[in-house]
């Protein structure tokens, strides 16, 4: 599976369900709510291309492996509670509502679930014919 192609479908799959979760909220649901939703899914794509390009940068060299898993670990325990600072101040602060900011935090499993389920038929359509 090539991760190029992988990554901007999940990509694009993250903006098209936060703009569906957003939208239905938008109508059928609070202000804050609807905040939560965008907020949370805001940071979590942010998050989640974050990762990406952590993840490129530190693997196509052939430096030593060591080094970058230590830097990788500390990189990711720093952005973890950057994330958690964030939501803390966002809850605390009563800007968002909390079960808002969790489905919104949510978008990215949402995409990746939808992702696999595409996959699976894929594969069972192409084994069927």
Known sequence: MDWEKT???????????????????????????????????????????????????????GEELKTKKIFLIGKSYFRLLALGIIVYLLIRLEVVDPIGLTIGLSTVVFSIVSFGISCAFKTTNREAT
């Open 7 to 61: 990554y901007k479908d999940i990509s694009k799959r993250n903006w098209i369900t936060l703009l569906i979760l957003s939208t239905f909220s938008f109508f059928l649901m609070s202000r804050l709510l609807t905040t939560g939703i965008i907020v949370g899914g805001l940071i979590v794509i942010f998050n989640f291309d974050l990762l990406q390009h952590t993840m490129r940068r530190a693997f196509p060299s």
